[in-house]
């Protein structure tokens, strides 16, 4: 029972001793922590450290305390473990004010080249818009100035235009003065030919009348009358014998005085006509008509009157001149008449 | 029923609560041990990213150290001293990560530096 006693006192006291000897030096721990202590109480004052990384220096704080209290509870790991941590956070808040003055340092830096950027952008738009505007300027003085050039050209051509101008009105001018002249020329000669066909036509007129008037005077002895168609002269029933249409030997000196009228006036031109008293058959009389007619047309072309200028009729019975009921009335009707016509004589008659 | 018997049943009753207990906060703690040892892996893979294995070489092997053994004593239940290791290699991993961020915020204020003073002579340059 002894032996059992003191084999587990033995093995109680060996196991201590290991766990002594495997457990954190003691003293070590503590001079451990009063270095953090003494270095945690500078870095408490550091304002910067406080100021770049408060929350890892909370952190500190606490563990800090820890490490103070856990001098009282002779637990060594637990002392080692606090002192470990209060370690590395010490150096956790030295490396995050670290980290925070870079970030600070760059986001200074930002600013800075956003803000070198910004002005040298702004000067460089600055400077091409003055170099734009000098540009502008360039060229509206160029504008202008080709303007002031096309506005002398315009003067200068409007200048050449009014004097063209002037030139083609003078011209136009001359011309109407000439044109006037000549109007009144014309108008002159117009007059002046007016006169002399107006004195030209009443010499055809006195001619004409006098025409008239030897025709008239030739064909006294003659019976004539003046009708729409023309001069009519009528011969009586003296050229032919009874029924028969060749002429008398004796009558036909009023022939010859109608061809010597018409030889002698050449546009004149003869219509001879044939009629009959209403004895015997109108066909009868038809073509006794017709044939005196021609007799009296072949007599005038044989005195050399062109026959172009003649025509030859046969009326018969058809146009009589006076009633065929007594035998005056049908000598009367009984007759050829020579219808003469001169247009020219006519119209200036 | 006697007052015997009542205690009986209250005995196993409370046994039973007990040992439910027990489980559910085991399952807790390695629960919270994994969750922190999980930041704690996150921290690094993004310190690393960063070029932490360069920068912060010390910080970067001692997170993984205590991270590796978090989960070993995680695996053991051994939960209290996982809690510690898991959160050493937290505040390792911390460090790294502010150590990689700094250099890298290092890095691009140099850049920047030059860059502003290039254009700062730009800009006295065509004045």
Known sequence: MKAIARTTIALFALVTVAAQAAAPNVTELRKEAERLEGIWNSMRSDTRLNELAPDEMARTAKIMEKVSTAQRWHDADLRDYWNYKAARLMELSKARAALVEQERAVAELETKQADLTQRIAQREAERQLALRTAQEDAERSAMERRLAELEAELARQKASDALTEAERAAQQAQVAKEGQVAAELGRARAEAEAARAREEAAIARAEAAEAIAKLQTSLADLQTEKSKRGLVVTLGDVLFEVNGFALKPGATRNLDKIASYLRQFKNAKASIEGHTDSTGAAEYNNQLSQKRAEAVLNYLVGLGVEQDRLSAKGFGQSLPVAPNDTPEGRQRNRRVEVVLTDTDLEEQA | ?127
């Open chain 2, 1 to 127: 029923m006697g007052h015997g018997a009542v205690r009986f049943r209250a005995g196993i009753l409370f046994s039973i609560l007990l040992v439910f207990s027990v489980v559910a906060g085991a399952n807790d703690d390695d629960d919270q041990v994994k969750a922190m040892i999980d930041r704690a892996q996150a921290l690094v893979d993004a310190a690393e990213l960063r070029g932490g294995t360069r920068i912060a070489a010390n910080e970067m092997e001692a997170a993984r150290d205590w991270i590796e053994k978090a989960d070993e004593s995680r695996k053991r239940r051994s939960y209290g001293r996982a809690r510690i290791q898991a959160d050493k290699a937290m505040v390792e991993a911390e460090l790294a990560d502010l150590i990689s961020k700094t250099e890298m915020a290092r890095a691009q204020r140099t850049q920047l530096e030059g860059a502003v003073t290039k254009l700062r002579q730009q800009w006295e340059g065509d004045q």
